[in-house]
């Protein structure tokens, strides 16, 4: 059985796609999607040694290693142009998933959907998204044993199309996710808010230099456009 996070990106796989699933770890996830019937074809991917061979012995053990390909390398390095069709990196932060998509550009030929699971920092992705020809088409975020996980899925398309005027703040908060406004974004973005209160504070103890005063004024603007959706 997957986890809720896991889980909510498998949905996002279209039956019978040929996947790459970067960072793999223990393959959990194409094994079962594999397992389930769901693919008949994945890449796991790994730059780790410990990791790379847990997969391998995974897909072994459910005797699925003709399906799940088990391969060591970094980011998208093991993938080949028109090899898949869905991208997966799923459990890192924003910038080293951006990273990865950044580095590995050419092999993203034949690639028809990107599934990220961003930790932190989903607004690194969908500014590379916006700037790199991908529509975002879904988003969902979710709470799990106490934290916030937030799954981001795109496809060749319009990179435009989900925002509006309000673009800065849709980049940061999801243009989905903020009209859906679900507990877990709520819960996402109060704490969000009170560490940024918390860092006004600090400002506000400190000698107001030129540079202060602006940072200042940037985060009482961020708050309160925040506060306010
Ligand atoms: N994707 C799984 C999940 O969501 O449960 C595992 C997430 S785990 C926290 C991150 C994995 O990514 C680690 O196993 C790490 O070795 C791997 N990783 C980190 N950077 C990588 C890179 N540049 N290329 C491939 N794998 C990488």
């Given amino acids: 059985k997957l986890s809720k996070r ?3 990106v498998a949905d996002f796989v279209i039956e019978g796609s040929r996947i790459a699933d970067i960072g793999s770890d223990h393959a959990y996830l194409p094994s079962f999607l594999c397992v389930n019937g769901r ?8 730059v780790n040694e410990g990791p790379y061979q847990s997969a391998l012995s995974q897909v072994q053990k459910l005797g699925i290693a003709d399906k799940v390909h088990v391969r060591k390398g970094n980011g998208l390095e093991v993938v080949s142009p028109n090899e898949v069709e869905h991208i997966i990196i799923a459990g890192m ?4 998933i951006t990273d990865i998509l950044e580095a590995g550009r050419d092999k993203l030929e034949g690639v028809k959907r990107l ?17 790199n020809g991908w529509e975002l088409i879904n988003e969902v975020v979710l709470e799990e044993d106490e934290k916030i996980y937030e799954v981001l899925v795109a496809e060749r398309g319009n990179p435009d199309q989900p925002y509006s005027e309000n673009r800065e703040l849709e980049l940061l908060l999801g243009p989905y996710l903020m009209q859906d406004k679900n507990p ?12 940024w209160k918390r860092i006004l504070l600090q400002f506000e103890q400190a000698k107001e230099t030129e540079e202060v005063k602006a940072k200042k004024e940037e985060l009482i ?3 309160s456009k925040v506060e306010e959706v």
């Fill in 39 to 46: 693919i008949s074809f994945a890449v796991a991917g790994e």
């Fill in 184 to 195: 877990a974004f709520i819960k996402k973005w109060e704490s969000e808010l009170q560490s």
């Fill in 221 to 223: 603007q961020l708050i």
């Fill in 93 to 96: 932060g924003g910038a080293l």
């Fill in 6 to 8: 896991l889980e909510t």
């Fill in 115 to 131: 599934i990220l699971q961003p930790n932190v920092m989903a607004d690194r992705i969908r500014k590379w998204l916006l700037t």
